[in-house]
Each structure stands twice: as C-alpha cells, then as structure tokens.
Nanobody, 124 residues
Framework: QVQLVESGGGSVQAGGSLRLSCAAS???????MGWFRQAPGKEREGVAS????????YYADSVRGRFTISQDNAKNTLYLQMNSLKPEDTAMYYC??????????????????WGQGTQVTVSS
C-alpha cells in the first residue's frame, strides 16, 4: 500500500513559480512517480513523470522547458518545480505512483495510487 500527500499549491501571477511536493509512504524503489493535472471540464493529463532509481523522465509538451520533476530518495519525496507559469496551467495537481514500472510514461491509466491533489491557480 502506498500513500501520497501533496503540498505546495497556491495562487500565483503569470510568470511566477511554485514548487509542489509529494511525500510517499510505502515501497516505491522500482516505481514510477508522476504529476498529473485536471482542469475543470477537462480530462486528467500527465504533466511529468520519473522512474525511481533510473532517473528517466517524461514531460508533456506543454510544460517541457518550464517544469522540472525531481526526487529525494532519502525523504521519499517527489517534487515538481514549476516556472514561467501560465493561466492555462491552472488545475488540480495530483501525485501518483505506478508500482511495477518498466518505462516512464504520462498515461493516467498506468498509475495505481493517487494523492488527494493540490490546487494551482495562475492569474493573468
């Protein structure tokens, strides 16, 4: 069983930055962890993912070059550094884990455990 707790969301003006954190409990040494987001009326989409231990990453085209995913193994924590934020980045952001992960992906259906989410609001 894996439990995930996100933090770090908030409101920021366009061009600003936020850093999201996701504290994980449970066995995740061979897992993939990812950040996803869902805006009102839209489907949940993959933002960025990382394969624990291997370091391989996935980024959605819409965030590549602006967002950076990272992990702290000692703290069992996943981060998402978000820079140059745009109003279209406004969404609920979720952390998720795929336990038996062979390659990193942003596909929602592959992830088995989900956090409760943290809201990010970017104003113009």
């Amino acid at each position: 069983q894996v439990q995930l707790v996100e933090s770090g969301g908030g409101s920021v003006q366009a061009g600003g930055s936020l850093r999201l954190s996701c504290a994980a409990s449970g066995y995740i040494s061979r897992a993939c962890m990812g950040w996803f987001r869902q805006a009102p009326g839209k489907e949940r989409e993959g933002v960025a993912s990382i394969r624990i231990g291997a370091g391989s990453t996935y980024y959605a085209d819409s965030v590549r070059g602006r967002f950076t995913i990272s992990q702290d193994n000692a703290k069992n924590t996943l981060y998402l550094q978000m820079n140059s934020l745009k109003p279209e980045d406004t969404a609920m952001y979720y952390c998720a884990v795929e336990i038996a992960c062979w390659y990193v992906s942003g596909l929602v259906s592959r992830y088995e455990y989900w956090g409760q989410g943290t809201q990010v609001t970017v104003s113009s």
